[in-house]
């Protein structure tokens, strides 16, 4: 029998207050006109009349609040942290056409619409969502405004989401001038620079484009940790919190020594715009600032974490895509977490996230005893024949029960 009577993150019946940091949502698109300014509504009828809505903008588990509470509670997750899911009003126009000044400021209009949207949304259920703030990489200035007004709502503190930049110079780079009011405001309210899948560049026509692309998504998502160490960024804003959502954990073992390396190779050559301007180490940044939505983590994922590394681990089931983990999370949470220290365990599926984002686990344990997974059940290994064989999940994987052989 565990004894977790006395863990943070369990509650008094031993089961844990699951937070997701990886949940996605969105209105209907008809659901955003409301949310524009009156000036736009014709343009937004002609451009939604040219609009192809894909399945996410017609899923109900991405605005319906009765379906996400029963899919979710069903699934053992109490509250969460919800990113977009849908396109914004004239989401297109700032790629089609050339980001022009109108594109830009219509696309500006969409993403803010999607931000008062996410807010009423949160707001109906204030204890279980934090919603996240969307951003322009074009209009710094205007994001930092969008951030300080999303922060007095309360419920949007899940993140202020950022536009990762590739080398094709579709955006500026995260360690530009550029930038600094949003990691300005972003800091002084105290809501966390998230990053997340899908900033990756155009891959054209070619053999294998599918398998590479796929391949390489975690890739420009993780590139942006390089700028925001190495960059100076998180030096100069010392209160400023930085998520990677899912992106994995396994590879920040060898990805930290490596910055290590350079930081201080460049500092050796007296390369004064290498390393002069770091005041700390990669590794010291990084256990100080940075945080990873872990979402859907392996068994050999968490296997390989360090000791330390447990505070910055913040796990998610990426509700509802299909790679995350419902309807299966009780045998996911048992691939991952088997045989770990509830007490670890229960910083990286309640705690972490919880102090993060602004959750009251308080609050949240009265539903958590009735629909949290028991702390003795999650311990519990998980036999070959319990890996559900309907699930697109990575957390499924050959490699999560210790072979690739038939990969």
């Excluded at 890739?219 to 100076?232: E, V």
């Excluded at 048992?334 to 984002?357: E, H, I, K, W």
Aim: charged content about 25%; glycine content about 8%.
């Amino acid at each position: 029998m565990i004894d977790s009577s006395s863990i943070r993150g369990i509650t008094d019946n031993g089961r844990y207050i699951v937070v997701s940091a990886d949940t996605h949502g969105g209105a209907r698109l008809a659901d955003y006109r409301p949310y524009l300014p009156a000036s736009l509504h014709d343009d937004f009828d002609a451009w939604a009349a040219e609009y192809l809505p894909d399945g996410d903008q017609t899923n109900p588990n991405n605005y319906d609040h009765d379906q996400r509470r029963t899919e979710q509670f069903a699934d053992y997750v109490v509250a969460g942290v919800v990113l977009p899911n849908t396109d914004t009003p004239f989401a297109f126009n700032v790629f089609e056409r050339g980001h022009d000044r109108q594109a830009v400021e219509l696309h500006w209009e969409g993403l803010k619409a999607h931000n008062r949207w996410m807010a009423d949304h949160c707001a109906e259920d204030p204890d279980r969502l934090r919603g996240v703030v969307q951003t322009s990489p074009f209009l710094p200035e205007e994001s930092a405004a969008e951030i300080r007004a999303m922060a007095e709502r309360g419920v949007m503190s899940g993140g202020v989401l950022v536009k990762v930049s590739t080398p094709d110079g579709a955006f500026p780079q995260l360690y530009e001038e550029h930038w600094e009011p949003v990691w300005a405001a972003a800091a002084e309210v105290g809501n966390p620079i998230t990053t997340h899948g899908g900033n990756e560049p155009v891959y054209g026509d070619g053999p294998g484009k599918v398998a590479i692309q796929l391949t390489e998504i975690g890739y420009w998502t993780r590139r942006s940790l390089n700028q925001f160490l190495l960059g100076g960024i998180l030096d100069r804003h010392r209160d400023l919190k930085v998520v990677l959502t899912e992106q994995g954990v396994s590879w920040i073992k060898s990805d930290l020594p490596m910055l290590g390396w350079f930081a201080k190779q460049v500092r050796l050559k007296h390369d004064a715009a290498g390393a002069d301007h770091l005041e700390r180490t990669p590794r010291q940044t990084f256990r100080d600032q940075v945080r990873f939505g872990a979402s859907f983590p392996s068994a050999g994922e968490i296997a390989s974490l360090a000791d330390d590394a447990v505070h910055h681990i913040m796990w998610g089931n990426d509700y509802p895509h299909n790679e995350g983990t419902w309807p299966h999370t009780m045998e996911a949470l048992r691939v991952a977490f088997a045989g770990r220290d509830p007490g670890d365990v229960a910083q990286m599926v309640s705690t972490n996230a919880a102090d993060l984002y602004g959750f009251d686990l308080d609050a949240l344990a009265p539903l958590a005893s009735e629909v949290g997974p028991e702390v003795e059940r999650v311990a519990r290994p998980i036999g070959a024949e319990e890996i559900p064989t309907d699930s697109y999940s990575p957390a499924f994987t050959l490699a999560s029960v210790g072979t690739m052989a038939n990969a």
